[in-house]
């Protein structure tokens, strides 16, 4: 299962921008799907995560800012950042948690993460 994402690029303070993922590949079912990002020095962090379900949690940085979501129909997740902030700079990664169906039929789990998009805010 691999894992797209786009969207990324540069946004100004107080603007918006807007984040895709896509998975492929033979998918039975995925379940979490999660946003990180990496700011220039930082360590990795999680941003959004979303169940299968549609349940939702955020980090306190972008809580109220930002808004993850998905489609199942499309295996994709979303994350709307407004009243972006200089500290959202950062690459940004898509991460999933999936099931799958084997070249034999038989069940695989795993999971991906994206290529990594950046998001650069300005002033």
């Known amino acids: 299962v691999q894992l797209q994402a786009s969207g990324g690029g540069l946004g100004q303070t107080g603007g918006s921008l807007r984040l895709s993922c896509s998975a492929s590949g033979n998918i039975k079912r995925i379940n979490d799907m999660n946003w990180h990002r990496q700011a220039p020095g930082k360590q990795r962090e999680l941003v959004a995560s979303i169940t299968s379900g549609g349940s939702t949690n955020y980090a306190a940085s972008v809580k109220g800012r930002f808004t993850i979501s998905r489609d199942n129909a499309k295996n994709s997740v979303y994350l709307q950042m407004n009243s972006l902030k200089a500290e959202d700079t950062g690459v940004y990664y898509c991460?999933?948690?999936?099931?799958?169906?084997?070249?034999?039929?038989?069940?695989?789990?795993?999971?991906?993460w994206g290529q990594g998009t950046l998001v650069t805010v300005s002033s």
């Open positions: 991460e999933a948690d999936w099931m799958a169906i084997n070249f034999d039929d038989t069940i695989v789990v795993g999971r991906s």
